[in-house]
Structure formats: structure tokens, C-alpha cells
């Protein structure tokens, strides 16, 4: 195995980082992008609730129990209940886009690197021609083990570029997912946040 990096030459390096920065991406949006570490329950059965409940404290004490992007969603609204509903529409979709782009940060880097590592992998391969070529013209083709060299440079760069950059995107393309489906479960929750507050607004008013 060391052999075959060292056949890769310094192209390894670049690729190297870039297995390294996919990785790292990959392992802290696992640990981040868990469902029931964001949308909890606790908080889901409270905004249920709410339009039965005639204070709105019991929201306020399970959001700042469970703190997180859910949480600063609903208390977004709350904090801004007394005010007219489009109001709070603008807030809660403020407070949605942002939390959404907390979640789906890093994900650009992957797909970065799922993009980058295969053409880190071909510069290497055209690098690893290169060489053989000069050495060709340099010395003919009596040098089988420069040409070796220069061949396995190239196969060895374009093989490291693919290894690191097809599971880089299934990884992108799955954590994306991921994502969208907390983004969609607190944009649903938010919905309700509002249909409630508004409904409450037009109770107390006599409408």
C-alpha cells in the first residue's frame, strides 16, 4: 500500500488532503445531523399544544430545556407573538433560513472535494504521462523501468483520485438529504407556530 502512494508521487499529497478534509467533513455532519438531537419530541408535542394552552410558558420552558435550531425557531416566534402575524411570519422564515444554513454548512466542502479529488487524479495521470514521454525522448525506449515508474505514477493518481471522490459524493449527496429532511421537519413545525399565534391573535381580539 505505501508502495503504490509512493508510485503516486506528489500528487498523493494534494489527494491526501483532500481524503483528509472529506473525512473530517463527513464525521462532524454525522454528529451533527442527527433527527432526534434537533427536532425532539419535547418541543414537537409543546407546539401541538400550544393552540390548547392558554400560556404559552410551558414553550418557553421546554425550547430552553432543549436548546438547539429547533428551539430558537419556535422561541423566535414567541418572543415576537404579540406583534402583527406578518410580522412573525418574517421572523420565523428569517430564523428558518438561517438555522437551515448552519445545518447544511460544510456539505459545500464536500462536495468540493468530491469534485476536486478525481481531477487531482487526472492532473496526475497527465503529469505521469508527461514524464514517461520526456523520458522517451530523452533515452528511447531501452529505460522499461522509467517507463514503469511514469505509468504507474499515472494509474496510481487517477485509481487514489476515484477512491476518495466516489464516496466523497454518496456521502454529499446522503448527508444533503439528510438535511432536507430536518430542514422540511422544522419548516413544518414553524408553519404551525404561525397558524397557531395567528389563530390566538384573532381569539383574543373577538374575531
Excluded at 407546539?47 to 428551539?71: K, Y
Excluded at 422564515?93 to 462536495?111: I, K
Aim: glycine content about 8%; charged content about 20%.
Amino acid at each position: 500500500m505505501w508502495e503504490m502512494i509512493l508510485a503516486g508521487r506528489y500528487m498523493m499529497i494534494p489527494i491526501g488532503m483532500a481524503s483528509l478534509v472529506g473525512l473530517t467533513v463527513i464525521i462532524e455532519r454525522l454528529l451533527v445531523l442527527q433527527k432526534q438531537r434537533i427536532v425532539f419530541p419535547e418541543i414537537a408535542g409543546a407546539v401541538e399544544s400550544m393552540s390548547a394552552s392558554a400560556d404559552l410558558s410551558v414553550v418557553r420552558a421546554t425550547c430552553e430545556r432543549h436548546p438547539g435550531p429547533f428551539a430558537n425557531i419556535v422561541m423566535a416566534g414567541l418572543d415576537h407573538s404579540e406583534n402583527d402575524w406578518v410580522i412573525i411570519r418574517d421572523v420565523l422564515q428569517e430564523a428558518g433560513r438561517h438555522e437551515a444554513t448552519l445545518l447544511s454548512r460544510r456539505l459545500g466542502v464536500l462536495e468540493t472535494v468530491a469534485a476536486v479529488s478525481p481531477l487531482l487524479g487526472l492532473l496526475g495521470t497527465v503529469l505521469g504521462m508527461i514524464r514517461v514521454f520526456t523520458s522517451i525522448s530523452a533515452a528511447g525506449m531501452g529505460s522499461p523501468q522509467v517507463l514503469s515508474n511514469g505509468i504507474s505514477e499515472a494509474m496510481v493518481t487517477t485509481a487514489a483520485g476515484l477512491i476518495i471522490g466516489i464516496p466523497a459524493l454518496v456521502a454529499y449527496n446522503w448527508l444533503n438529504a439528510r438535511a432536507d429532511r430536518i430542514i422540511f421537519d422544522l419548516e413544518f413545525y414553524s408553519t404551525k407556530v404561525l397558524d397557531t399565534l395567528r389563530r390566538r391573535q384573532k381569539k383574543s381580539a373577538g374575531v
